[in-house]
């Protein structure tokens, strides 16, 4: 299917929509999840026109590969916990509601995990969204 150049991470990556960033590099864009599923929910996404991760030039998944470890570490530990879960769906028949790739990165476990929120439900408080932006910023390497 042809990339959807009006979804909104490719509106953020042209800076059309707002995000709240924590990392940015020529090939990667790291921001907060609007409506995270615990405290730290962070995206990594391609600047690359890309829905999947089968879409993605090898430039590309390399460059979020390296991003997700650089963010992934500073998320666990401004977040205080030592492991991470890294997830990511292909497809709307999978589950992804916005058609541009992306990993999610989760200070926490999805599974048995009774603090986990719903899947894009609901919104954070903007403010406390960037206090923690701020934390992971400053755990970056
Ligand atoms: P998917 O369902 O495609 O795997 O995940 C999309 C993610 O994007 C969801 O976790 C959802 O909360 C998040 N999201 C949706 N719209 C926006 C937005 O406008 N800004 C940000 N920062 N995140 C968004």
Do not use: W
Request: net charge negative; aromatic share 8%.
């Amino acid at each position: 299917m042809a990339y959807d150049t009006d979804n909104i991470f490719a509106k953020i990556l042209r800076g059309e929509a707002p995000c709240i960033k924590v990392y940015e590099d020529e090939h990667t864009l790291a921001f907060m999840d609007i409506m995270p599923q615990m405290d730290g929910h962070t995206l990594v996404i391609p600047k690359q026109e890309a829905e999947t991760l089968y879409d993605l030039s090898e430039t590309s998944a390399l460059a979020c590969m390296k991003t997700v470890q650089h963010v992934g570490k500073a998320v666990a530990k401004a977040m205080n916990f030592e492991g991470t879960t890294i997830f990511q769906h292909n497809g709307k028949a999978a589950g992804q509601t916005v058609p541009h790739f992306h990993f999610h990165i989760l200070p926490g476990p999805i599974f048995g995990a009774k603090a986990l929120k719903g899947h894009a439900v609901e919104f954070a408080d903007t403010d406390e969204l960037q206090a923690i932006a701020d934390k992971i910023i400053a755990c970056l390497d």
